[in-house]
């Protein structure tokens, strides 16, 4: 150890000394400034109003290798390439859609009941938490009050800012949490268990808020892990719908054929009446592979779907979170004793 480096550390040390002795010469002062922090300490913790925990988990369900085997197989035989594929999940697509604005934004703006009082979740939370006092100081949002479009699309300049600062304040001060739940072992993986948390001071709309965050995101998640194999089932149900229609068309024009016939001699009514037999089994044809091809992308849309299925779902009465009356005391006791400290100890140095 170089000398310098001795020497500030024996300073250091001298320092801490000094300001104990400092601090046991003044026990008095800071014994009656930590019963006084104490009981503000108290004062504090039962006027303070608790949050609300709610909190909801679930599990995700997807297509595994051997369902996209199965898959392969059948499509294989019914003459269709590439209708599979595996679209898994994984936490980092979970936790991003779960805290997207687009996703959050939706839910803020679903109806719900707090208090007695339907109205949107946005204007619930506003009113919980009073913001409406601090928008006195942005210019820009000088006369809003509520949100009047719950749609993300038709919303204002006022309503998409205030909307940036509710979004924000959920993400940052981790008043909404996402969690997911990993496998034990060697290597870390999701085993698709996620757990969403939201705390508020109103019980109603911790609730509220988290039931219809699941249902949206189980919903947009569906929706868009389906969406290729839904357009594909579609497509294909469309052209079988419309076969058909043809092959019944046929059949019944081939029947007003053979009515017309029936008995003729005339060569021109047969000829009629066979083009039209060969176009119902030529349709009919078409119509089986169709169908069949109805039945691979319908088995494909089926094992393409995630199965959202609940764990937990947040109940009346919610846990409460608030700070112990216990823990207060002592927080507000070392607090207000240390700030008493530093005071005394800037007025031994610097009297003036």
């Not at 197989?73 to 590439?82: D, V």
């Not at 300049?157 to 959920?170: G, H, M, P, Q, R």
Request: net charge positive; proline share 1%.
């Amino acid at each position: 150890m170089k000398e310098n480096e001795y020497i500030s550390i024996v300073r250091i040390f001298s320092y801490l000394i000094n300001i104990c002795k400092f601090a046991i010469s003044k026990f008095k002062i800071l014994l009656i400034s930590a019963l006084v922090g104490g009981l503000l300490g108290l004062c504090l913790s039962l006027f303070l109003k608790p949050n609300y925990q709610a909190k909801l988990s679930f599990i995700i369900n997807e297509n595994d290798a051997v369902s996209s085997f199965n898959l392969s197989s059948i499509s294989s035989l019914a003459g269709i390439a590439g209708i599979g594929g595996n679209t898994s999940v994984n936490e980092d697509k979970m936790i991003f859609l779960a805290t997207s604005r687009s996703l959050l934004g939706e839910t803020l703006l679903d109806s719900a009941i707090v208090n007695g009082k339907r109205d949107l979740i946005a204007n619930h939370y506003l009113d919980v938490y009073k913001m409406q006092k601090g928008f006195s100081n942005d210019t820009s949002l000088i006369g809003f009050t509520y949100f009047n479009h719950n749609n993300l699309l038709n919303l204002s300049y006022k309503e998409n800012k205030v909307l940036d600062k509710i979004i924000k304040i959920l993400n940052e001060t981790k008043q909404y949490i996402i969690d997911v739940k990993k496998k034990s072992g060697i290597v870390a993986q999701w085993a698709g268990i996620v757990i969403l948390e939201f705390n508020s001071k109103n019980e109603e709309l911790s609730k509220q808020l988290i039931d219809n965050l699941y249902i949206n995101l189980s919903n947009y998640y569906t929706n868009k892990t389906i969406k290729k194999q839904l357009q594909n089932y579609n497509l294909i149900k469309k052209r079988a719908d419309s076969l058909q229609v043809l092959l019944y068309d046929k059949e019944l024009y081939g029947a007003e054929a053979f009515d017309r016939t029936f008995k003729s001699t005339k060569m021109q009514g047969k000829i009629e009446v066979q083009r039209s037999r060969r176009d119902i089994e030529m349709i009919g044809l078409m119509y089986s592979e169709v169908i069949k091809n109805l039945e691979v992308a319908k088995y494909s849309l089926d094992n393409q779907t995630p199965v959202f299925q609940l764990i937990d779902s947040p109940t009346y009465p919610l846990k409460i979170e608030k700070l112990g009356k216990l823990i207060s005391l002592i927080l507000g006791s070392i607090l207000f004793s240390l700030l008493t400290l530093v005071y005394l100890l800037i007025r031994k140095n610097y009297p003036n």
